[in-house]
């Protein structure tokens, strides 16, 4: 099973930026897409951003423009570049493996990192 662990979450002010990665265990990761998602206070997960094993990306639509993901197969990293950040996008932030070419994680669940953007 991969374990993943994600780091850089914070407290920023709205407009700021942070930069999130996450490490998975395994020497595999590079046949994995790979996606990050969020939880709100209140709310269900959902998806933010996905990148493919060749490194295509998609974005939801409320942070296209702002976030960036990318990835290093050497390193078995993944990162969410958050810009223009808004209070809306407070929340626990979490990466995960993806089944196929969805969206729909695959993995257990790391312990998240928690975002809050204040107004």
């Known amino acids: 099973q991969v374990q993943l662990v994600e780091s850089g979450g914070g407290l920023v002010q709205a407009g700021g930026s942070l930069r999130l990665s996450c490490v998975a265990s395994?020497?595999?990761?590079?046949?994995?897409?790979m996606g990050w998602y969020r939880q709100a206070p209140g709310k269900q997960r959902e998806w933010v951003a996905s990148?493919?094993?060749?490194?295509?990306?998609n974005y939801a639509d409320f942070v296209k423009g702002r976030f960036t993901i990318s990835r290093d197969n050497a390193k078995s990293m993944v990162y969410l570049q958050m810009n223009s950040l808004k209070p809306e996008d407070t929340g626990v932030y979490y990466c995960?493996?993806?089944?196929?070419?969805?969206?729909?994680?695959?993995?257990?669940w790391g312990q998240g990192t928690q975002v809050t953007v204040s107004s």
């Open positions: 990148i493919s094993s060749g490194g295509s990306t």
């Open positions: 395994g020497n595999i990761f590079s046949i994995y897409g």
């Open positions: 995960n493996t993806l089944v196929g070419r969805t969206v729909i994680a695959a993995s257990p």
